[in-house]
């Protein structure tokens, strides 16, 4: 699986994201996604939004791991 293959699985549960990054390789990704979607959610509840996009994917073994930053377009903007 390529890191392009991960973003577009992103995108595709996210419509709304402003934002899909992807980087890594060999089943292990990172991935910064920014959306006006996780207003008002915690932490924990950012990253499942992001894991349900691409559960089927860790399920079935081809990703193996994923590293997420979720934020809102304001906290992406207070970041710098």
Do not use: C, N, W
């Not at 419509?15 to 915690?42: L, N």
């Amino acid at each position: 699986m390529e890191a392009s293959q991960v973003a577009e699985l992103i995108r595709a549960g996210l419509p709304d994201a402003r934002s899909v990054e992807v980087t890594g390789g060999e089943g292990k990704f990172e991935a910064r996604v920014i959306s006006p979607q996780f207003e008002g959610m915690s932490r924990v509840k950012k990253h499942q939004t992001v894991y349900a996009t691409v559960r089927e994917k860790i399920d079935s073994g081809e990703l193996h791991a994923l590293s997420i930053v979720a934020l809102t377009p304001e906290e992406a903007e207070a970041e710098g």
